[in-house]
Each structure stands twice: as structure tokens, then as C-alpha cells.
């Protein structure tokens, strides 16, 4: 089975400091336990409460992938199955997760059971009421719908979408909406973003051999770019991929070779970053305090505003009763509110409300 872990979400989900755990539901796996928090225990002190919680040290989706001899369709259907079990719960509770990606998916620990969770919640939102759509976009690029890049508002399909990006690359060791050109180390978020609105992506090359028509039909059906033509959790938690996993070829995938062999390349793209850094740093670039940041500044007068209104409301309250007292009334004043954190984002990389 697997357990859902919730950052800052806790039984009903009000915002909290702290995790919990929630079961899986039971189309696609055996039924779950009962709900647990996974806290092995909880330190008090005079300010502050420490929750320890359990260790999960069997390593992410794909370091794990990388490690092993043999990886094939069966073993990656198993671990989707449970992935979308999870999902399915989030979302039937109401809850978008808005950052799945592999390291975001942990295996409890080193042996073969392939007990697998899904952790950090800090971008997880509850959906809005009357299927109101989210507006912040927070994401990590490489995983992040069409919708997300649009402004236009997006909902938990958005979920789905990641768990395609995710399978396309376990089953190939590759990133869908990665470049073609193997001269270029890294492509330009830019380039990204336009490959990522068009779906433009392809099953071609040697990675792909081995791979179902089932299992690329799968894949095709969660990354379609109009989120309502998207294949839907309803038709996801019965895919016959998923189902059927006896079935399928247990014939070795290229995904550890491919993987093993990239780590070359990030290598290299994480060196020119802190290259690009340090030269644009001498010659006078700074990143900037995350308070100028727009949601951070709309944040902060919401904020002042609030504390104003209180301050005039508690000094209005006392002089109104003071003029009472002498026969006499006073005239009350109404602050505006500023504009609410629902307005469309001024930039593409926020941190979530």
C-alpha cells in the first residue's frame, strides 16, 4: 500500500506546521490501514514543537531505478499503480499536490518491496470552492502542465499531467520535453516552456524498443495539452496498463543505462549555473530579497491593511463610546481592501498561498 505524506495539512486540512498521513483508497491496491500520522514522536519546548517523523531511507524514484540491472514494464507498472493510487486520494479529499516529481517519491527503505511515498507538500493546495480554478503557478518546470504557463487559471489535472512526464522518463530514462539536439547540454527554460505548451514530445529512438504500445498510449493520454481532453482519474485508476501488470513484457528497459549516463550532464548544467552566478555577481547582479517579490509585497500590504483596519476600528470603538457618553456621535470610516491574492500573478515563479 502506499501513504500519502501532507505537508501543512493535517485532518481536515487546515494549515499547520507539520505532517500527516493519510491512507491510500482501494481501486488499484489492497484496502489501506487506518489513518496514521507517522510521527514517532513529538518534543515539546517553551516556543517551539518538534515533530519527528519516520525515516524514509531507501532513496528517490529514479536514483533507485538507476541502481538496479534489471528494470522492465512490469516493475514500472507496479510502481505507477501505486502513484496513481495515491493521487487519486489527494484528489478525492481534495487536495492538488502541484509538485510531483521523482524527488518527491521515496521509497521507505532498501529492499525489494517497493514500498514507495509521496512527500513534500509545501506547494499543496485544497481546491477551491465551487470548482474555482487555482491561479499560482508553482511547479517545477520539467514536470509543470500547459495550463500552469497560460495564466488562465488550472485545476488537479495538472497532477496528472506530472504523473505522465514522471512515466515517460521511467520507462525511458529520458525527459519528454527535453531538446533534441544531443550537442546542446542544457535546454533554455524558454525552449522548455514551448515544447511544454505544443506537447511536443516523441517516442522515437532506441529507449523506445522495448516499450508497449499500451504503456505509450498511457503516456499519451495524461500528457494531452488541453487539460478537458485529458485522460481523467477516473479512466486513470482502471487503465488496463495498470491492471494488468502480469501481463506485460518483462523484457529489460534502458532506463538505469540512460540514467546512469546523464549524470554527466547535469553535472555540467549545474557548474554553468553557478558559473553564470558568480560572473553576473562580479559585473553586478544580485538575486533580489524574495520581499520584492509581487506575491510577497500584495502579502504584505494585505497585512498592513488588516492591522490598520483593527487599529482604526479598536480607536474609532473608543472614541464612539467616549462621544456617546457626551451625547454625541462620530462617523465611522471604511478602508478598502487591496486586491486579493486571487489576481493573476505578475510573474511564473511564485511560492504557493
Not at 514543537?49 to 519516520?54: G, H, I, N, P, Q
Request: overall charge neutral; some cysteine; proline content about 6%.
Amino acid at each position: 500500500m502506499i501513504h500519502t505524506l501532507i505537508k501543512g495539512l493535517v485532518d481536515d486540512f487546515t494549515p499547520l506546521c507539520g505532517f500527516a498521513a493519510v491512507p491510500s483508497p482501494t481501486p488499484v491496491v489492497p484496502p489501506a490501514i487506518s489513518q496514521q500520522r507517522h510521527l514517532t514522536s513529538d518534543l515539546q519546548a517553551d516556543l517551539h514543537t518538534f515533530l519527528v517523523m519516520e525515516l524514509l531511507n531507501g532513496g528517490e524514484l529514479f536514483e533507485r531505478i538507476k541502481k538496479k540491472k534489471h528494470f522492465s514494464e512490469t516493475e514500472a507498472s507496479y510502481i505507477m499503480r501505486k502513484l496513481v493510487s495515491a493521487v487519486s486520494h489527494m484528489h478525492d479529499v481534495g487536495v492538488v499536490h502541484r509538485d510531483l516529481k521523482p524527488e518527491n517519491l521515496l521509497f521507505t527503505d532498501e529492499n525489494d518491496n517497493l514500498e514507495i511515498k509521496v512527500i513534500d507538500f509545501g506547494f499543496a493546495r485544497l481546491k477551491p470552492p465551487d470548482n474555482q480554478p487555482l491561479k499560482t503557478p508553482c511547479f517545477t518546470l520539467h514536470y509543470a502542465a500547459p495550463e500552469l504557463l497560460n495564466h488562465n487559471g488550472y485545476d488537479e489535472s495538472c497532477d496528472l499531467w506530472s504523473l505522465g512526464v514522471i512515466l515517460y522518463t521511467m520507462l525511458s530514462g529520458q525527459v519528454p520535453f527535453q531538446s533534441h539536439d544531443r550537442s546542446l547540454t542544457c535546454t533554455s527554460a524558454v525552449e522548455i516552456m514551448k515544447k511544454i505548451k505544443k506537447g511536443d514530445f516523441s517516442f522515437e529512438g532506441e529507449a523506445w524498443k522495448n516499450v508497449s504500445q499500451e504503456a505509450k498510449d498511457l503516456i499519451q493520454g495524461l500528457l494531452t495539452v488541453d487539460p478537458n481532453k485529458r485522460l481523467k482519474m477516473s479512466g486513470l485508476r482502471y487503465n488496463e496498463w495498470l491492471q494488468d501488470g502480469s501481463q506485460l513484457s518483462s523484457n529489460p528497459l534502458m532506463t538505469p543505462d540512460i540514467l546512469g549516463s546523464s549524470g554527466a550532464a547535469v553535472h555540467t548544467c549545474v557548474k554553468a549555473t553557478f558559473h553564470a552566478f558568480n560572473k553576473y555577481k562580479r559585473e553586478g547582479f544580485c538575486l533580489q530579497n524574495v520581499d520584492k517579490a509581487p506575491l510577497a509585497k500584495r502579502r504584505k500590504m494585505k497585512k498592513t491593511s488588516t492591522s490598520t483596519e483593527t487599529r482604526s476600528s479598536s480607536s474609532e470603538s473608543s472614541h464612539s463610546s467616549s462621544s456617546h457618553s457626551h451625547g454625541k456621535t462620530t462617523p465611522t470610516k471604511t478602508l478598502q481592501e487591496p486586491p486579493s491574492d486571487g489576481s493573476t500573478p505578475e510573474t511564473l515563479f511564485q511560492f504557493s498561498d
